[in-house]
Antibody
C-alpha cells in the first residue's frame, strides 16, 4: 500500500521556523517528483511546492518563494519542507502528496500535519 | 494561474437525491480536471481524473463530464457517506483547486 506520513507541524510565532517531514512507503519514491499542498481553515487546498525525483529542480508558489525550501533524501524515502519567516497566513494543514506522472492529479495524500502561526 | 470556481457553495439534499456540482476554469484546461471528496479531519480523496474517469474503488454513482472550462460532477442516489465537501482541481499547468461545494444533509 502506498503511504505518506507527515510530521513536524506545531504552533510557532510569526517570523519563526518549522521543518516538516514526510515519510513515504509502498512505492518507488526515488523515481517520482514529490509535492506539498496546504489547506487553510475552511478553504480549498493550495499547491505549495514540488521537487523533481533527483532533487535537481524545485518549484514554489509565489507566496512562499524565498521563505520555504523543499528537499528530499532518497536514501531515506523522505521529503522535507523547511519553512522560515512564517506568517499567520501560512496557517493550515500541510499535506505531502504524490502523483503517478506529470500531467495527472494527486492520487495519494498523507494525513496532513497542522501548522499554526500565531502569537 | 488558472482560477477555479465552483457552484453552488452548499447543496442541501436528502439521501437518495441526485447532486449536481459545477466547476469552471478561468481558461481552458482541456480534460485535465479532477474531483476530490473531503470529509472532516481527512485528506482529500481522488474521485475523478481526466474529467470523467473514476478512480479505483469509486462507486459508479459518481460521474464526471465536461471539457475546456465547464465541468460537472453528478452523484446519483446520494448515500449517507457521500455528504462531504467536493473540490475540483485543474492540472493543465500549475495545479489549482476550487473553493469547494459542501453537500450537506437536508
Amino acid at each position: 500500500e502506498e503511504q505518506l506520513v507527515e510530521s513536524g507541524g506545531g504552533l510557532v510565532q510569526p517570523g519563526g521556523s518549522l521543518r516538516l517531514s514526510c515519510s513515504a512507503s509502498g512505492f518507488n519514491f526515488r523515481t517520482l517528483p514529490m509535492h506539498w499542498v496546504r489547506q487553510a481553515p475552511g478553504k480549498g487546498p493550495q499547491y505549495v511546492s514540488a521537487i523533481r525525483s533527483n532533487g535537481d529542480k524545485t518549484y514554489y508558489t509565489d507566496s512562499v518563494k524565498g521563505r520555504f525550501t523543499i528537499s528530499r533524501d532518497n536514501s531515506k524515502n523522505t521529503l522535507y519542507l523547511q519553512m522560515n519567516s512564517l506568517r499567520p497566513e501560512d496557517t493550515g494543514i500541510y499535506f505531502c502528496v504524490k502523483k503517478p506522472y506529470d500531467t495527472s492529479p494527486f492520487d495519494v495524500w498523507g494525513q496532513g500535519t497542522v501548522v499554526t502561526v500565531s502569537s | 494561474e488558472i482560477v477555479m470556481t465552483q457552484s453552488p457553495d452548499t447543496l442541501s439534499l436528502s439521501p437518495g437525491d441526485r447532486a449536481t456540482l459545477s466547476c469552471r476554469a478561468s481558461q481552458t484546461v482541456t480534460y485535465n480536471l479532477a474531483w476530490y471528496q473531503q470529509k472532516p479531519g481527512q485528506a482529500p480523496r481522488l474521485l475523478i481524473s481526466g474529467a470523467s474517469t473514476r478512480a479505483t474503488g469509486v462507486p459508479v454513482r459518481f460521474s464526471g463530464r465536461g471539457s475546456g472550462t465547464e465541468f460537472t460532477l453528478t452523484i446519483n442516489s446520494l448515500q449517507s457517506e457521500d455528504f462531504a465537501v467536493y473540490y475540483c482541481q485543474q492540472y493543465s499547468n500549475w495545479p489549482t483547486f476550487g473553493p469547494g461545494t459542501k453537500v450537506e444533509m437536508k
